[in-house]
Every structure is written in structure tokens, then in C-alpha cells.
């Protein structure tokens, strides 16, 4: 099973707020996942970001690619993988 990590949109219309999830890349964007590892708002100034950075290292370590969107949340938050 390939594993992504990457962000999935929730939120109202003209309103989104992200999840940053571990899920089967198979799957859809909005569609099921294996675990929820931060949360991202960018409706709010500054930008509200919160990773759980050692979830996101373990489930890399188990083969999980993060998405160039996540890759630049870590990098902006100043976490380094």
C-alpha cells in the first residue's frame, strides 16, 4: 500500500480549513485516511499551522511521501525531516 501524506479541504464555501492526514494514495482527496497529523487555517493572520512532527517522521519512516503542499507547511513551520 502506497502511503501519502497530504492535506484533505474541509470547511464551508469560500471558507477552507485543511487537515494534513496519512492516507492511501489510492483514495480520493476528501475520502478516507489512517490518521489525522495536523491541522492548517489559512483563512487566519498569521496562518494557524499544528503538526504532531512525530507522527509525520514515523509514518516517513514506514515509506509515506509527503506532498510538495505538506513539505512546504514543515518547512515554513521550521521542522526539518
Known amino acids: 500500500m502506497a502511503v501519502s501524506i497530504r492535506l484533505t479541504r474541509g470547511g464551508a464555501k469560500k471558507k477552507p480549513f485543511y487537515r494534513v492526514v496519512v492516507a492511501d494514495s489510492r ?7 489512517l490518521a489525522i497529523v495536523g491541522h492548517f487555517d489559512p ?4 496562518e494557524s499551522i499544528t503538526l504532531d512532527i512525530e507522527r509525520i517522521k514515523e509514518w516517513t519512516q514506514k515509506g509515506g511521501q ?3 503542499a505538506v513539505r512546504k507547511l514543515i518547512k515554513e513551520k521550521g ?3
Open 27 to 33: 483514495c480520493k482527496r476528501d475520502g478516507r485516511f
Open 43 to 46: 483563512k487566519t493572520r498569521p
Open 66 to 68: 509527503l506532498t510538495p
Open 79 to 81: 521542522y526539518s525531516l
